[in-house]
């Protein structure tokens, strides 16, 4: 009994000393735009995004609960590419992270340091990248891509009318 009390106090000293070397992020560091580094299929090889691969995707936060996400790819012929992804909000307190109203699991979000957050979903995991230098207007241009991706309810009708009978 003895033993097993030494090494529970051992393990939990141990997991107090990791936590104190790992500085808190305060949440607020997730607002801007940012862009997705590397992501990774379990089982599969990484893949770095960028020039390289002509693909990455963009993520925007704002302040007051925005939350926009695209695609964004490089054609072979120079042509940038936006691909609306989903609009809509995000909250993310005290390290637990929502988006579209969707609960993520501990893990799924993790702000390393206020430029860098490690994510999960699903089998893929992700490194991304704050962007503070991304001109506004181009932040502006893509969530407003985004924004564009909700059908508004009168035209959901004249499509379903029109296109669905």
Known sequence: MKKMMLMMAALLLSAISVSAQTPKVADKELVGAWLLQKMQWEGEKEMVCGKESGYTQFKYYGADGEYACAEI???KEGKCVVMPHEYGTYTFK????TEMGRS????DMV???KNTFKGRWMNRHDIWKKQPQMPEKLVRYIVNCCMMKQTPAEMQQLIKENMFK
């Open 94 to 97: 005290n390290g637990v992270y």
């Open 111 to 113: 702000l390393v340091d």
């Open 73 to 75: 790819s490089l054609t």
């Open 104 to 107: 993520t699991k501990d893990g």
